[in-house]
T-cell receptor, first 114, second 109 residues
Framework: NAGVTQTPKFRILKIGQSMTLQCTQD?????MYWYRQDPGMGLKLIYY???????DKGEVPNGYNVSRSTTEDFPLRLELAAPSQTSVYFC?????????????FGPGTRLTVL | EDQVTQSPEALRLQEGESSSLNCSYT??????LFWYRQDPGKGPEFLFT???AGEEKEKERLKATLTKKESFLHITAPKPEDSATYLC??????????FGTGTSLTVIP
């Protein structure tokens, strides 16, 4: 199993551009999450999904959109990128039952908006 | 408001020098407290989940404990390979996760 994969690893955007961060998991997990991590600020939850077709806002959703059309994929869309969205983005997933609270994280996408 | 505070921000230990990391929290209905390890440039790696006061979990040189207001991550006889940032998080009844800012641990040979 590859676990949770994210693409791209790095990206530089200009202000106002848009992009999609990709996240895929091959563990058949129902739950998926997007976080951002800023220096000294800890991880902040952006959006999460409890299953295909279901998404909900986290602590810092403004400026982002998500969709969940399949169990495996949970892309994060940035519209009209702003310098405040410069951050490292992590996708995570967990299953049900005994693995409900064990989150698996991807390697991250480092995004810079100039 | 749900909140997680970790201390100290940074900790330097000599190899073999045991110590503890602290995580204090306020949450509306605790559905779990989590410890993760994060190496530079990588995503967090799950270590433990604790659910109720008095619970303890161990893994190699690490032991996590939980009270009603805080959790401790005890590191016994650490080795240089234990150097990393240790993150604490809580999950509330609304399925939201809240992370602390982490403790950066350096173990000197």
């Amino acid at each position: 199993n590859a676990g949770v994969t994210q693409t791209p690893k790095f990206r530089i955007l200009k202000i106002g551009q848009s992009m999609t961060l990709q996240c895929t998991q091959d563990m058949n997990h129902n739950y998926m999450y997007w976080y951002r991590q800023d220096p000294g600020m800890g991880l902040k939850l952006i959006y999460y999904s409890v299953g295909a077709g279901i998404t909900d806002k986290g602590e810092v959703p403004n400026g982002y959109n998500v969709s969940r059309s399949t169990t495996e994929d949970f892309p994060l869309r940035l519209e009209l990128a702003a310098p405040s969205q410069t951050s490292v983005y992590f996708c995570a997933s967990n299953g049900r039952g005994s693995s409900y609270n064990e989150q698996f994280f991807g390697p991250g996408t480092r995004l810079t908006v100039l | 408001e749900d909140q997680v505070t970790q201390s100290p921000e940074a900790l330097r230990l000599q190899e073999g020098e045991s110590s503890s990391l602290n995580c204090s929290y306020t949450v509306s209905g605790l559905r779990g407290l989590f410890w993760y390890r994060q190496d530079p440039g990588k995503g967090p790696e799950f270590l433990f989940t604790l659910y109720s006061a008095g619970e303890e979990k161990e893994k190699e040189r690490l032991k996590a404990t939980l009270t009603k207001k805080e959790s401790f991550l005890h590191i016994t006889a650490p080795k240089p390979e234990d150097s990393a940032t240790y993150l604490c998080a809580v999950r509330d009844t609304g399925n939201q996760f809240y992370f602390g800012t982490g403790t950066s641990l350096t173990v000197i040979p």
